[in-house]
């Protein structure tokens, strides 16, 4: 099975920061790769498809980079919407795998 | 408006049964692949299955490889997932989604396996 690594697994920001998260693949995926928004009690929100690709309605201050087996999730400016916990999803190899996680957390 | 409704959660004991579904709307169910994902208590997602439209082909995650079933009814927009042998590990919320890469997700359904 092909593994995600993603880091950091928390992150404290402030509103107007430039965060990055960051997915490593175990074995290369291409740009099958996927971001995901989950806020408790919600239904998780793709933000990202192959990589790069923002979702319709997602702001533009999300952008997904990368190929391969290194891929990075930035928010540009964050805002108080944006804190809820991130995954990155490999889709290319079955079975499908998530990254751990990262809870992004208010300073 | 797009539209995926789980039900069938609940309480069940260790070794038990228990059949998911997930009813669609706002969309050609025919024409997507169908998933589901899972995310117990204090943990991360995890993918769990999928129906694929194009051969009706089925994947699944090792933890549960062997003891689900994902199935599905085209002529009802239902999907389906039949888990047997439940252990307390299976235990989370049930999430059904939409599409190869997951573009649309309902709001999960709770099972609790629990003597």
């Known amino acids: 099975d092909i593994q995600m690594t993603q880091s950091p697994s928390s992150l404290s920001a402030s509103v107007g920061d430039r965060v990055t998260i960051t997915c490593r693949a175990s074995q290369g995926i291409r740009n099958s790769l996927g971001w995901f928004q989950h806020k408790p009690g919600k239904a998780p929100e793709r933000l990202i498809y192959?990589?790069?690709s923002l979702e319709s309605g997602v702001p533009s201050r999300f952008s997904g980079s990368g190929s391969g087996t290194e891929f990075t999730l930035t928010i540009s400016s964050l805002q108080p919407e944006d804190f809820a916990t991130y995954y990155c999803l490999q889709h290319n190899t079955y079975p499908y795998t998530f990254g751990q996680g990262t809870k992004l957390e208010i300073k | 408006e797009v539209q995926v409704v789980e039900s069938g959660g609940g309480l069940v004991q260790p070794g038990g049964s228990l059949r998911l579904s997930c009813a669609a709307s706002?969309?050609?169910?025919?024409?997507?692949?169908m998933s589901w994902v899972r995310q117990a208590p204090g943990k991360g997602l995890e993918w769990v299955s999928v129906i694929r439209i194009r051969d009706g082909s089925t994947y699944y995650g090792d933890s549960v490889k062997g003891r689900f079933t994902i199935s599905r009814d085209n002529s009802k927009s239902t999907l389906y997932l039949q888990m047997n042998s439940l252990r307390a590990e299976d235990t989370a919320v049930y999430y059904c989604?939409?599409?190869?890469?997951?573009?649309?997700w309902g709001q999960g359904t709770l099972v609790t396996v629990s003597s």
């Open positions: 192959a990589a790069s």
């Open positions: 989604t939409k599409g190869a890469h997951l573009d649309y």
């Open positions: 706002g969309f050609s169910f025919t024409t997507y692949d």
